[in-house]
């Protein structure tokens, strides 16, 4: 995974004085259909990830599959507080928060790590949504080692009536799958403690991926529906289902290449957020992020696009009608994909990692042909 982020090593790193972008997409507020903007700042990179040492890039595993929390970033280099403030304030007044209530903050990181975003640009930006009266809910996201009861009590300080929700990325309730296919920063001990934590001080919203590298369609079912129901059982308030989707450098990316990965079918993450939706609120994720990704959770050609637009209206509504009611001839080759046998995972692994090994370029870098201009 090391060799697969040396690749994406910039030619010009990201301008710290701009943000990625900005995007308006459905959301859903105490049960009413309302719009929410998600806005994007460019960060140094997330420290799992990404960072310097004495000046010097130093890139690291962090999660398997996860790009965005290092591309378009200035990689590693520090941004200053009036850069962050300037990023955010720009893109901010693009918006009408009258009809979209729900804003997501997402610095590619982690919003309460004072090593990617320093306590001072956070606090001003909690000090502007907090003075905003059209804002109902701010949205962040963090690794629980960077969230103390000190941070989220400034923050609920800050922030006055506008509700907090804090992200957490849990991925996988099963510990063989976070150490061997995520490459989590930290313990499901960890996760039970810091939920109690923020639950203490506003809601916490946990995401949950849908087959992450190396799983068979059966296992990432199975996986993603006990990753529900341990997360509601923990007492997070929301799930959000995220479909592994593929960026160019990330280890399902590499193993797309060579045919030992597939982006799970829609009909899976259908049956993950029909299970978890009687435990509790869930949303579908997965299609928005920034940079964009070329390949997403999908069926075939004639009933993707549907079942996509569906997904948009549930994460609005929260209505399962058309969701339930839809059906495909390739439902077919979803279930006979789900009875299909495979050799135990630690098996596949070891064979797959053997093959991307002996595909490695001259240089040693690169597991198999990966071309920058793709």
């Known amino acids: 995974m090391q060799s697969i982020r040396e690749y ?25 259909p309302t719009k929410r903007v998600i806005i994007y700042l460019r960060s140094s990179g997330c420290t799992w990830a990404v960072g310097r040492r004495r000046g010097v890039l130093r890139f690291h595993p962090g999660c398997l599959d996860c790009e965005h929390s290092v591309a378009d970033t200035t990689y590693g280099v520090p941004i200053s507080t009036k850069h962050y403030i300037g990023q955010f304030t720009a893109e901010y007044e693009k918006q009408n928060f009258e009809d979209s209530p729900i804003l997501c903050l997402y610095n590619e990181g982690n919003f309460f790590n004072e090593a990617e975003l320093p306590a001072d640009a956070r606090q001003e930006m909690l000090r502007i949504v907090g003075s905003d009266k059209r804002i109902k809910r701010l949205v962040l996201e963090s690794l629980p080692e960077h969230i103390s009861d000190r941070v989220l009590e400034d923050a609920r300080k800050l922030l006055g009536p506008v509700e907090l929700e804090v992200g957490i990325g849990l991925e996988s309730a099963d510990p063989k799958v976070r150490a061997l296919c995520v490459n989590k920063s930290y313990s499901l001990v960890m996760f039970k403690a810091v939920a ?20 068979t369609e059966k296992e990432a079912l199975e996986d993603s529906i006990n990753a529900v ?57 997965g299609y928005q992020f920034a940079p964009s990704y070329a390949q997403h959770a999908r069926n075939c050609e004639s009933c993707t696009p549907r079942i996509k637009q569906h997904i948009r209206h549930f994460n609005s509504t929260y209505e399962f009608t058309d969701l339930l009611a839809e059906n495909c001839a390739c439902i077919s080759e979803w279930r006979e994909e789900l009875g299909r046998k495979y050799p135990p995972l630690e098996e596949r692994i070891a064979s797959a990692l053997a093959l991307l090994r002996g595909a490695q370029n001259p240089r040693g870098l690169v597991p198999i042909t990966l071309d920058r201009t793709q």
């Open 229 to 285: 129901k341990f997360a509601f059982a923990t007492g997070v308030d929301a799930v959000s289902i995220e479909p592994v989707s593929l960026g160019k450098y990330t280890m399902s990316s590499v193993l797309n290449r060579v045919g030992l990965y597939r982006p799970t079918w829609l009909w899976t993450v259908l049956e993950v957020a029909k299970a978890g939706s009687v435990l509790g609120e869930v949303r579908i994720g």
């Open 196 to 215: 109690q934590r923020v639950r203490r001080h506003c809601r916490l919203l946990a995401y949950v991926l849908v087959k992450p590298s190396f799983l």
């Open 8 to 32: 994406t090593r910039p030619l010009n790193p990201g301008r710290p004085d701009a943000a990625k972008t900005s995007e308006l997409w459905e959301g859903n507020l105490n049960g009413q």
